[in-house]
């Protein structure tokens, strides 16, 4: 069946990721629309950035990295960071005149003769090559403990959190490891009626700021998985928490004092393995994310290890795909690196 449209690259997803790419492929003279589209599912720019709960502000943010071509300059560091950066995609994306379509869901990438078929519910896009940058905010992880289903208060995922307003009088216990459990355990105390931390493993804490450095090793540890076909840990996992001075004050009130994993869930609260019990009225996942690639399903590129096995971005078993804003890409720091280096192998691929 012919498609709608015949592109040399498709590129899903409009994040940093996806922007890097399209970028280096404007710059490698891939004509827009005949030469390349960017199909984002979201109803304007920002990426998963648009999503971010309003009280994250740019200064809360462990880094902001610079698309190629274009600084992000340094605006107001209490102005909130969806509102910022997605200002910012939006000017990135009309400076360079980037094909992006939107909203556009992508549904399937299957192969057809010598074309990746990229199908949406209404049109489809042959490509020569695919570069599939969807993040993975769609896919926010909900571990499950005994008992679950029976809670009669109320249980959100960092990807619903919206403000403290949920939490106000409440008795919150907040699961996970990463910066953001840190963060919001930090916002929401001083509204609650007690928080509590809980977390599989202790926390492990560096006396410095966040830098560059610090995140391409959290990015290599990922990358070292990705090349093996074992499925990505998030750069986030990874990553060590910084003790900011805000940090050192919420250390200093109790408010960051780590408890172990509890064991089941009550109607009422939660239990922990020896017993000891606590009535609990929220209960907030800062549990993570996984790759949102339930789109490449026909494809069948899950090995052996659970996971996709990768050359740098490009997908092994499929020389054609290539993933950005996957395992060790899904992170600001990597994105930008990771979209140039797929466009180096696409245009290699395509005899560029």
């Known amino acids: 069946m012919k498609a709608d449209h015949e592109v040399d690259v498709a590129v899903i997803g409009a994040g940093q990721a996806g922007l890097s790419a399209a970028y280096h492929l404007r710059r490698a003279g891939f004509a827009n629309e005949s030469g390349f589209v960017v199909l984002d599912h979201g109803k304007r720019p920002g990426g998963a950035w648009q999503y971010r709960w309003p009280s994250l502000v740019v200064e809360k943010v462990h880094g902001i990295y610079d698309l190629p071509g274009m600084a992000f300059g340094t605006p107001d560091p209490k ?5 910022v950066v997605s200002e910012y995609f939006g000017r990135f994306e009309r400076t360079y005149d980037l ?49 679950q289903e029976t809670f009669r208060g109320r249980q959100l995922h960092t990807a619903d959190y919206t403000g403290v307003g949920d939490f106000r009088g409440k008795r919150v216990v907040v699961v996970g490891g990463g910066s953001s459990a840190v963060q919001l355990l930090m916002e929401i105390a001083p509204f ?28 290599a540890r990922v990358d070292e998985r990705v090349r093996e076909g074992l499925p990505p840990k998030s ?16 250390m200093d009130a109790g408010i960051l004092d780590r408890h172990p ?23 907030l996942w800062a549990t993570g994310f996984r790759a949102a690639i339930d789109h490449l399903a026909p494809l ?53």
């Open 235 to 250: 750069v986030v996992s990874v990553t060590d928490l910084a003790v900011t001075p805000e940090v050192r004050v919420a």
């Open 79 to 83: 102005l909130p960071a969806a509102e």
């Open 192 to 219: 609650a009626h007690s928080t509590r931390w809980v977390t599989r493993r202790p926390p492990v804490w560096r006396d410095e700021p966040f830098s560059e450095d610090w995140g391409r090793e959290a990015v």
């Open 300 to 352: 069948r590129l899950r090995g052996s290890g659970g996971g996709i096995r990768m050359d740098g971005t490009r997908v092994v078993a499929e020389p054609r795909l290539h993933l950005v804003g996957y395992g060790p890409s899904a992170s600001t720091v990597g994105a930008n690196r990771a979209g140039r280096a797929a466009v180096t192998e696409i245009r290699r691929l395509l005899g560029r």
């Open 99 to 147: 094909p992006v379509h939107r909203p556009v869901d992508v549904l399937s990438v299957s192969g057809e003769d010598d074309r990746l078929v990229v199908a949406s519910a209404t049109e489809t896009w042959a490509a020569r090559a695919v570069i599939s940058a969807t993040g993975t905010w769609d896919r926010p992880f909900w571990p499950y403990y005994p008992g």
């Open 261 to 283: 994993m509890f064991e089941r869930i009550t109607p009422d609260g939660v239990v922990w393995a020896d017993g000891t019990a606590e009535p609990v009225d929220v209960i």
